[in-house]
């Protein structure tokens, strides 16, 4: 039997996934006040590995009450570091990165490469803490290398991830939270700094992936963002087939790589 790798979708941008020994990773989880996500803190069994892209709300999410459940480590910029520290996780659990760092935890090789967004924490006493943004490169079994990209911008380094890391799949951000979403969080109207529908079939095609999973939304039906980075990515063709091929799961979907023939 293939050795597989488990992508499950939480809604937004949080994934579990699972490789072939059973290590489980948690990106972004963003669960307990999400609208989206078919699991809760409350839910979660075992959690070996998180990674944390940003300080967002929707990003950084439950990763604290998640790291004092279940003891495990965290990689994360400084500015999460630090939140995670002062309210009471073991430091040696936290792992501080910057732009360009390799660790191993958890078995789980994983590289943070730069990511053009922000990233800030401000408390009630007026403390304000900043942080480097981030994407990740990781990989949860042989042969398999992801790239998530948080919630960059596009730029032209993309291409040179592409060069150096050769990811073979994306998670993608391709939408934005619905606006509901936004305004419980002081955010009038939706805006967007990340990546549009036609920058993320762009980003993945500089990546070179051979399969894009879209995120970054709390639906993917009826999403108008959505379909057009499908009829995007669909229109990328080669000689051979589709140059990327897309996978769109709704929150609570999971997909498996490699994929079933």
């Known amino acids: 039997m293939i050795p597989r790798t488990k992508f499950e979708f939480l809604g937004n941008a949080a994934y579990r996934i699972t490789n072939s020994k059973g290590t489980v990773i948690l990106i972004d989880p963003f669960l307990n006040e999400s609208d989206c996500s078919p699991i809760k803190v409350k839910d979660l069994e075992h959690v070996d590995l998180v990674l944390v892209t940003h300080a967002a709300w929707d990003h950084m999410g439950d990763t604290l009450e998640i790291a004092l459940k279940f003891n495990c480590p965290v990689i994360c910029g400084g500015e999460v570091r630090h939140h995670l520290v002062r309210h009471g996780v073991d430091p040696a659990k936290v792992r501080g990165m910057c732009w360009g760092l390799q660790v191993v935890e958890a078995g789980i090789r994983v590289r943070s490469v730069t990511s053009m967004h922000w990233s800030f924490i401000e408390y009630p006493d007026g403390t304000f803490i900043s942080g480097p943004p981030m994407g990740f490169i990781f990989y949860p079994d042989e042969g398999v290398r992801v790239y998530h990209s948080g919630d960059t911008a596009i730029f032209s380094d993309l291409k040179l991830f592409g060069q150096l890391y050769q990811p073979n799949i994306a998670l993608i951000c391709v939408s934005m939270p619905e606006s509901g979403q936004l305004q419980k969080h002081g955010i009038p109207e939706p805006?967007?700094?990340?990546?549009?529908?036609?920058?993320?079939?762009?980003?993945?095609?500089?990546?070179?992936?051979?399969?894009?999973?879209?995120?970054?939304?709390?639906?993917?039906?009826?999403n108008p963002d959505v379909e057009k980075f499908l009829t995007l990515i669909n229109n990328l063709?080669?000689?051979?087939?589709?140059?990327?091929?897309?996978?769109?799961?709704?929150p609570g979907e999971a997909w498996y790589y490699p994929p079933e023939e």
């Not at 990546?195 to 993945?204: F, G, I, K, V």
């Not at 080669?238 to 709704?250: F, H, I, R, Y």
Request: proline share 7%.
């Open 237 to 250: 063709h080669s000689d051979t087939g589709p140059v990327v091929k897309p996978v769109v799961l709704e």
């Open 191 to 222: 805006f967007c700094g990340e990546m549009s529908p036609h920058e993320a079939a762009l980003a993945c095609l500089w990546l070179g992936v051979e399969y894009a999973l879209t995120n970054h939304y709390s639906r993917a039906k009826d």
